[in-house]
């Protein structure tokens, strides 16, 4: 089956430092692999995806995933973490029928 | 302009109220969505429409009920609802329903149901 899992519920990180946020996938076939971010009473919003190509995806915001097949693992980094980058971060993996399976969402903390 | 528009943002709606969520999107985008979220959780897909058809209804129940009368245009019209169908609403679009396709979001309505 189909699934996507990010095993922490929250991240903290103090600003400046760098942050990841982990994301691992289960699928049949090649991966398309997405992350978004939602800010606090707001809808999401695209960060970056994986079709193909290179395994380093530059997004918005200063943010990078990592793919790895071996692992399969979709990682969000950032070098140096900002207090705004708080916010709820979910990856999510396309099944079949365009439908996007979602993590279950992790929560990242910046603290000043 | 890039945005996906929601309205109202907010709403309270007794169990035996008629009420419509709207979504308006200037992006030339020929796939629109409605997702319900719960706090903290992830976005359950409810309706894709593609092409201004109803394209996915994942099984939701008919006290809900879509409804897209041009390209930008997406409703979504509430009947009898449950304390349970208490959440945000979110409407998506894209270019098209496609395996490469980035969504884009609207802020959502948040929905209460006494």
Known sequence: AQSVAQPEDQVNVAEGNPLTVKCTYSVSGNPYLFWYVQYPNRGLQFLLKYITGDNLVKGSYGFEAEFNKSQTSFHLKKPSALVSDSALYFCAVIYSNYQLIWGAGTKLIIKP | ?114
């Open chain 2, 1 to 114: 302009d890039t945005e996906v528009t929601q309205t109202p943002k907010h709403l309270v709606m007794g169990m035996t109220n008629k009420k419509s969520l709207k979504c308006e999107q200037h992006m030339g985008h020929r796939a629109m969505y409605w997702y319900k979220q719960k706090a903290k959780k992830p976005p359950e897909l409810m309706f894709v429409y593609s092409y201004e058809k109803l394209s996915i209804n994942e099984s939701v129940p008919s006290r809900f009920s879509p409804e897209c009368p041009n390209s930008s245009l997406l409703n979504l019209h509430l009947h009898a609802l449950q304390p349970e169908d208490s959440a945000l609403y979110l409407c998506a679009s894209s270019q098209i329903k496609g395996n490469n396709e980035k969504l884009f979001f609207g802020s959502g309505t948040q929905l209460s149901v006494l």
